[in-house]
């Protein structure tokens, strides 16, 4: 049973924390082989009553033998995790590259620790160089499970979807992550055609965050009338830079895809709507701003995605 870490236990840490546990869930019970590091708030709730998950048909609680609000808590316990699941926002990531490095454990207690980032946007590996991390043990993933932080310590599941993950992982993490999402009714998948995936996943962020962080409405609003211009004009822009970084993907295909994800999440609040409602910083700069600056590398012009960007970014709620 390997032990993994969610490094970034937030709405979407704290359920993949959940989903890789194995172990008794009764109230007395205690999960052992997944720790979770995150805010201080969040952990110290978890630590006194468990993390409280809000599924349709009720709350649960699920208690955490381990859990960390700081990298100095992880290197003083006897927690040796085998995998680092990085579940923060995708601007975090310098600082928790800077944290990492200073902390030493990259060298120590993690020196044989897969790094997988579960994360929003796109540009993240990069970001996560400064490690200078071998290639074999820094992967990437992305997830369409819906989660919102609902309070310290609370989380809940706003809708069901796929979690893929690089082909390159070791067979053994994918055969126990496979095994873990699949009893709690969950998908994982193993893509050797990752950057395919992982660009479809960027479409529909590009489309319903920063409309949904604008209009202050839910998903479904993507599909209203008036915004399809916009909302056609998104995706062929990306899609077209999309075709210069190698990775093949047709309008139509792109357009009804996100089309379907926004009428299936319709009622769903998007996590850059959260995070202006919140008047915390957004992530516009690894979803629309990463197709913004791809195209200026290759001389295309992406005027919609310039302006989600700059609209995004000086809305009075958010501290770009």
């Known amino acids: 049973m390997p032990e993994i870490l969610i490094y970034g236990a937030g709405a979407i840490g704290s ?22 590091l995150g805010r201080a708030g969040h952990i110290k709730k978890i630590r006194e009553r468990g993390l409280e998950i809000a599924f349709p048909d009720g709350a649960k609680s699920f208690r955490f033998k381990n859990c960390f609000s700081s990298l100095e808590e992880l290197a003083a316990s006897d927690f040796y995790p085998e995998m680092v699941m990085v579940c923060v926002k995708a601007y975090s990531l310098p600082a928790l590259c800077q944290e990492l490095a200073g902390s030493g454990l990259p ?62 992982l070791d067979a053994g993490m994918q055969k126990y992550m496979s095994g873990r999402l699949a009893e709690k009714g969950f998908e994982a998948e193993f893509a050797d055609d990752f950057a395919t995936q992982q660009w479809n996943k960027l479409f529909v962020n590009a489309v319903i ?32 830079v999309a075709a210069c970084e190698g990775v093949a993907a047709d309008e139509e295909s792109a357009f ?30 690894s979803i629309n701003g990463y197709i913004v600056g791809l195209a200026k590398k290759h001389g295309l012009e992406t005027p919609v995605n310039e302006a989600m960007v700059a609209l995004v970014k000086s809305t009075s709620f958010c501290n770009e």
Request: no cysteine; proline share 3%; hydrophobic share 40%.
């Open 15 to 36: 359920f993949m924390g959940y989903l890789l546990s194995e172990g008794p869930f009764a109230a007395e019970g205690m999960i052992e082989n997944v720790g979770l």
């Open 107 to 168: 060298e120590g207690r993690l020196r044989d620790a897969a790094f997988l980032l579960l994360m929003n946007g796109m540009g993240n590996k990069e970001a996560f160089s400064a490690l200078r991390l071998p290639a074999s043990r820094l992967l990437e993933g992305i997830t369409s499970v819906g989660v919102k932080l609902s309070g310290e310590g609370r989380i809940e599941l706003k809708g069901w979807g796929k979690t893929v993950v690089e082909a390159r």
């Open 209 to 240: 965050n920063p409309i949904t962080a604008l209009t202050r409405q839910e998903n479904g609003i993507v599909l209203s009338q008036s915004l399809q211009p916009t909302f056609r004009q998104i995706v062929r822009e990306a899609v077209g």
């Open 256 to 285: 009804e895809l996100v089309s379907s994800v926004a009428g299936k999440t319709a009622a769903n609040t998007s996590s850059m709507l959260q995070d202006v409602l919140k008047g915390r910083m957004t992530e516009i700069d």
